[in-house]
């Protein structure tokens, strides 16, 4: 017999009819009933029974016959009633998902607006130069006046503000701070996410925000404007992704979680592969290029963000259980489903509606806390902090590589887009294998791959960096240039299964705040990345060999979380915690039968 039909019995048939096992913790009833081998988890809100004989039923009767109230979880009304992934699902997810696009092209502008750009040596005035693009040299070896910027002193920051020689490491500030705004504003909208906005509106601030920030970067007037603006721009683009991840997965079944994540990488992917085509036009123009991409994202926020449905999770998490109900309709509707049945009703995961007061030793009534906290739960602190930990590393690999195709002997347009095209196999995979494959496992052999590759990278790295010509017409090493693709493959797939795995990890009340959490932690390894690539310009081959380490420890980190495929997804930390803590009982019960 299988779970569901246990659903359609009045509850002390159940138990009375298999082995069950319940915890009564301050309000919550926790049941897990054994069917076969099998343990399942009932999660019940306890009430105040006004008659003896009033059975609490999911979608049954009462012992009188008469039609009982159908209470069911968000879980489960997704499955039975909406649709793990249907038309409306798909609508959702690619109108959110659009949003990545400018979150990828504000984050990876500095490519092309920090870059140093080539130089020549004018006509007869330097010595021991000429003026052919293969010969090799420091501009700090000439005397000033003597070479030129190809593209004019307005072709990049570099260029204009003459961020070389001695000043060639502010040339890594706009970059850093950036990283340090987005690792700042992670936070933030993660508490205002969780907290007062929801997921939807702080989307839309975000997006404005970004807006007005990245066109105030392109009148900056010096390099410390420029990075003050570049900093105020991290901050505001920082709600872009977490808040759109979890939108997207909080509105489909569990099958799906982890391809439907994976779609806001793809976007991500096209901002990315997109930012050349923009860049190219403005190659003299630096600051053109930032007042062009701070059009696209208030536009988005204004013309389409609004057709976009709010959480229900969030809605029941904050009480709006009614509107929670109204989105699952909708969603119903579209999907060609009939309309919810009208005795539906959503378990409340707070208990805050009918939970049972708790009493003390001395018989004093305890109100139960709603208000979790994260920090203040030991497994969740302890999960979090082994998360950010591995995000360091990942935020340092990801960024810095991307960062770092500019000590590429290469054509910086090409590098850039062989880059962006690599990062489509790594959605294309991490979608695949995150259908079967446990999370674990997928995350730490892709790191393990980033690790390899950078590391093999270091016996094709040329040395030179800013003492060098730089030449925009290639002539650089193809094998170095592909395994620094696969390397950037397995980092990105890292990139993307890390979110993934943090949504599953958590529960609704906190998934928010802890994406933020990892956020930041990720954007903290991405604020140190463009020193090592300014470093790199000396030393490239240095730099792989850091990168490759750095994948390698969040490689290993990654074996210390739990699997969570298949898993559900849990309400509060309290329910998390009783359930992980049945399951693993569970496991080990099945472990110890078949030890027989």
């Known amino acids: 017999m299988s779970p ?40 019940l809100i306890v009430g105040t029974m006004m008659e003896e004989e009033q059975t609490l039923v999911k979608g049954g009767t009462n012992l009188e016959g008469s039609e009982a109230k159908l209470e069911l979880t968000v879980d489960e009304v997704v499955e039975e009633y909406v649709g793990s992934l249907g038309f409306s699902q798909l609508v959702h997810v690619l109108l959110v998902s659009l949003a990545w696009i400018f979150d990828a092209q ?68 706009p970059a850093s701070v950036y990283f340090l705004g987005s690792l700042i504003g992670s936070g933030v909208y993660g508490h205002l996410s969780d907290t007062w906005l929801g997921r939807k509106r702080t989307v839309q601030l975000s997006c404005i925000l970004t807006s007005i920030t990245a066109f105030a970067t392109s009148l900056s007037p ?28 909080e509105s489909v079944g569990r099958k799906w979680r982890g391809q439907v994540g994976q779609y806001g990488f793809f976007f ?64 119903a509707r579209l999907n060609g489903k009939q309309k919810l049945p009208s005795n539906l009703s959503l378990t409340d995961p707070t208990g805050s509606s009918n939970a049972a007061p708790c009493t003390n030793s001395e018989g004093a009534e305890i109100t139960p806390n709603n208000r979790e906290k994260l920090w203040s739960t030991k497994w969740a602190a302890i999960r979090m ?16 590589v991307q960062l770092n195709v500019e000590n590429l002997n290469f054509n910086l347009y090409v590098s850039v887009a062989i880059n962006a095209v690599m990062e489509i196999p790594a959605v294309v995979i991490g979608t695949f294998l995150l259908g079967f494959t446990n999370r674990r496992l997928l995350l730490s052999g892709s790191s393990y791959i980033a690790a390899v590759s950078c590391i093999l990278c270091t016996f094709f790295s040329h040395k030179g960096g800013t003492s060098k010509v730089q030449n925009n017409h290639g002539g650089g090493s193809w094998g170095q240039l592909i395994i620094e693709g696969i390397g950037f493959m397995g980092a990105s797939t890292t990139f993307d299964i890390l979110y993934i795995y943090c949504v599953e990890l958590f529960p609704t009340n906190v998934r928010n705040f802890a994406v933020s959490m990892l956020r930041q932690a990720i954007m903290l390894g991405a604020s140190v990345a463009p020193l090592l690539v300014v470093l790199g310009r000396l030393s490239p081959s240095l730099s792989f060999l850091v990168f490759g380490g750095f994948a390698i420890s969040s490689g290993v980190l990654s074996m210390w979380l739990p699997e969570t495929r298949n898993a559900p997804l849990y309400e509060t930390l309290k329910q998390q915690e009783e359930e992980e803590k049945h399951s693993w009982i569970s496991h080990n019960d099945g472990a110890l039968e078949l030890g027989k």
Not at 279 to 297: D, G, I, N, Q
């Open 4 to 43: 569901h039909d246990f659903l359609m019995k009045p509850l002390y048939r159940v138990m009375s009819a298999t082995k069950y096992v319940y915890i009564n913790t301050c309000g919550y009833t926790y049941i897990w009933i054994k069917v076969g081998t099998d343990w399942f988890p009932f999660s």
């Open 106 to 173: 504000s984050t990876l502008v500095t490519i092309f607006t920090d870059a140093q750009p080539p130089w020549r040596c004018k006509s007869g005035l330097c010595q021991g130069y000429n003026n052919s693009s293969s010969n090799t040299g420091s501009v700090c070896e000439l005397v000033s006046g003597t070479w030129e910027w190809v593209g004019g002193h307005t072709s990049s920051t570099i260029a204009e503000w003459n961020l070389v020689c001695d000043r060639r490491f502010l040339a890594a500030v």
């Open 222 to 249: 010096d390099i410390w404007t420029y990075a003050f603006f570049r900093f105020t721009n991290g901050f505001a683009r920082s709600g872009i992704g977490i808040c759109c991840l979890v939108l997207t997965t």
């Open 268 to 331: 991500f992917t096209v901002g990315f592969l997109t930012l050349p085509l923009v860049a190219y036009p403005t190659r003299t123009h630096w600051r053109s290029l930032y007042k062009v991409l701070s059009l696209l994202p208030l536009a988005y926020a204004v013309l389409l963000l609004p057709l976009v449905s709010e959480s229900p999770r969030w809605l029941l998490i904050k009480g709006r259980s009614k509107e929670a109900l109204q989105v699952l309709d909708r969603f």
């Open 385 to 400: 902090i082994t998360v950010m930990l591995a995000g360091f590393g990942v935020g340092f690999v990801y960024y810095g």
